[in-house]
């Protein structure tokens, strides 16, 4: 079946440890994105990338890095310098990053604590 | 600025009724897209339907229907004979070429509730 897998559903972190969220698709999507969504908020943009060893950030990328080395991957570390790392992680892709019309398909979510 | 607005934080229907979720917009482009997304408790984000800036008709998907009215720049979602499984958080998106991101803006959600 066709569609993005994130791992793990939920990850326990200590405080300044570095940790690295994965997302993988086999949708061949050319572009995709990383969001965080807290308790009663929408989703917040981290990083795109729109196209292989090519990235953006989006309006929350301080305390996030990315990398994009392979079409189907799209890992986010959240770094110790994230200052409220808890949250939802919500990976998506789409197929065209330059297209109003296609809808981003998301993956099942990693939920985060660091404490 | 873009920026989405969903006023309704949370709603109740009856099951079978039909119920509107309420979504505005702001955008100074002509050309741009507007998804509806709905979130279950499980947490993962499934598409629901979509309206171009420059379609005539109102899209519809099923029991979902898209009340477009671009003069008012709204974009509500219509979910018609509500089903138990409706119970979620419903988002409103845009999508507009500024600069060249395309990037896609959340409003904060409806959270739905279906009443037996």
């Known amino acids: 079946d066709g569609g993005i897998t994130q791992s793990p559903k939920y990850l326990f972190r200590k405080e300044g440890q570095n940790v690295t969220l994965s997302c993988e698709q086999n949708?061949?999507?050319?572009?995709m994105y990383w969001y965080r969504q807290d308790p009663g908020q929408g989703l917040r943009l981290i990083y795109y990338?729109?196209?292989?060893?090519?990235?953006q950030k989006g309006d929350i990328a301080e305390g996030y890095s990315v990398s994009r080395e392979k079409k189907e991957s799209f890992p986010l570390t959240v770094t110790s310098a994230q200052k409220n790392p808890t949250a939802f992680y919500l990976c998506?892709?789409?197929?065209?990053?330059?297209?109003?019309?296609?809808?981003?398909?998301f993956g099942p979510g990693t939920r985060l604590t660091v404490t | 600025a873009q920026k989405i607005t969903q006023t309704q934080p949370g709603m109740f229907v009856q099951e079978k009724e039909a119920v509107t979720l309420d979504c505005t917009y702001d955008?100074?482009?002509?050309?741009?897209?507007l998804f509806w997304y709905k979130q279950p408790s499980s947490g993962e984000m499934i598409f629901l339907i979509y309206?171009?800036?420059?379609?005539?008709q109102n899209a519809t998907e099923g029991r979902y229907s898209l009340n477009f009215q671009k003069a008012r720049k709204s974009a509500n979602l219509v979910i018609s004979a509500s089903q138990l499984g409706d119970s979620a958080m419903y988002f409103c998106?845009?999508?507009?070429?500024?600069?060249?991101?395309?990037?896609?803006?959340f409003g904060k959600g409806t959270l739905l509730t279906v009443n037996p």
């Open positions: 998506a892709s789409s197929m065209r990053p330059t297209a109003l019309t296609y809808e981003q398909y």
């Open positions: 949708l061949n999507h050319d572009a």
């Open positions: 998106a845009m999508r507009d070429p500024r600069g060249s991101n395309y990037k896609l803006t």
């Open positions: 990338s729109q196209i292989v060893n090519d990235f």
């Open positions: 955008t100074s482009d002509q050309s741009y897209g």
């Open positions: 309206q171009g800036s420059y379609d005539e």
